[in-house]
């Protein structure tokens, strides 16, 4: 298996523009979730789904975040517009989840998004 | 909720010592455990889970122990090497979709 596929890998972008990163998770996962990393903040969780549904963005910053995940293959979290303080360190997972289970999540490599 | 606290970093070693890094968890019942590494410039990569009390996860030289009395998974290593630096995060798990509680992480720099 390919892993958690994320992208693009780097984003350099101008404050104001609207940023699109990309997420395909592991085939036959059905909860992918969304965190940012920085220095200061450590890991965040931002939000997750479940079944392609979202379960809970109480993570997401403010309302310039919004994230879908339209299939079960794909995922897009979208900043509008972008602000320097949103530079980071983008990771997304996935895990496959069942009753009495143990879900153990597999990241993506990231996206660094520097927002100038 | 959970919580997870990791004992604070960042953590010096030189080659061939003796590591521990401590992680005690608060949860409702009895959450699966994870340690999970991260190498400069890459996502996290789970290292080891216990998903019972006195399970034992190992994994490349290191292991860890679910210990329900005194609600820790400590992560230990005999002897590390250079190429074990890294950010360690202990993780509780337990929830219907899959969501786990990360510490904070604690970086390791081992030194030849």
Same mark, same amino acid.
């Given at each position: 298996?390919?892993?958690?596929?994320?992208?693009?890998r780097?984003?350099?972008?101008?404050?104001?523009?609207?940023?699109?990163?990309?997420?395909?998770?592991?085939?036959?996962?059905?909860?992918?979730?969304?965190?940012?990393?920085?220095?200061?903040?450590?890991?965040?969780?931002?939000?997750?789904?479940?079944?392609?549904?979202?379960?809970?963005?109480?993570?997401?910053?403010?309302?310039?975040?919004?994230?879908?995940?339209?299939?079960?293959?794909?995922?897009?979290?979208?900043?509008?517009?972008?602000?320097?303080?949103?530079?980071?360190?983008?990771?997304?997972?996935?895990?496959?989840?069942?009753?009495?289970?143990?879900?153990?999540?597999?990241?993506?490599?990231?996206?660094?998004?520097?927002?100038? | 909720?959970?919580?997870?606290?990791?004992?604070?970093?960042?953590?010096?070693?030189?080659?061939?010592?003796?590591?521990t890094?401590?992680?005690?968890?608060?949860?409702?019942?009895?959450?699966?455990?994870?340690?999970?590494?991260? %190498?400069?410039? $890459?996502?996290?990569?789970?290292? &080891?889970?216990?998903?019972?009390?006195?399970?034992?996860? /190992?994994?490349?030289? +290191?292991?860890a122990? %679910?210990?329900? $009395?005194?609600?820790?998974?400590? &992560?230990?290593?005999?002897?590390?090497q250079?190429?074990? /630096?890294?950010?360690? +995060?202990?993780?509780?798990?337990?929830?219907?979709?899959?969501?786990?509680?990360?510490?904070?992480?604690?970086?390791?720099?081992?030194?030849?």
């Open positions: 298996d390919a892993g958690v596929i994320q992208s693009p780097h984003e350099v972008t101008e404050m104001g523009q609207e940023v699109t990163l990309r997420c395909k998770p592991i085939s036959g996962h059905n909860s992918l979730f969304w965190y940012r990393q920085t220095m200061m903040r450590g890991l965040e969780l931002l939000i997750y789904f479940n079944n392609n549904v979202p379960i809970d963005d109480s993570g997401m910053p403010e309302d310039r975040f919004s994230a879908k995940m339209p299939n079960a293959s794909f995922s897009t979290l979208k900043i509008q517009p972008s602000e320097p303080r949103d530079s980071a360190v983008y990771f997304c997972a996935s895990s496959f989840v069942v009753a009495g289970g143990n879900y153990e999540q597999y990241f993506g490599p990231g996206t660094r998004l520097t927002v100038t | 909720g959970n919580s997870v606290t990791q004992m604070e970093g960042p953590v010096t070693l030189s080659e061939e010592a003796f590591l890094i401590n992680c005690t968890y608060t949860a409702t019942g009895y959450p699966s455990l994870f340690w999970y590494v991260q %190498y400069p410039g $890459e996502g996290l990569q789970l290292l &080891l889970k216990a998903t019972k009390a006195d399970d034992k996860g /190992s994994n490349k030289g +290191f292991e122990t %679910y210990r329900k $009395e005194t609600t820790s998974f400590h &992560l230990e290593k005999g002897s590390v250079v190429s074990d /630096s890294a950010v360690y +995060f202990c993780a509780a798990g337990g929830t219907s979709y899959g969501k786990l509680t990360f510490g904070q992480g604690t970086i390791l720099t081992v030194h030849p």
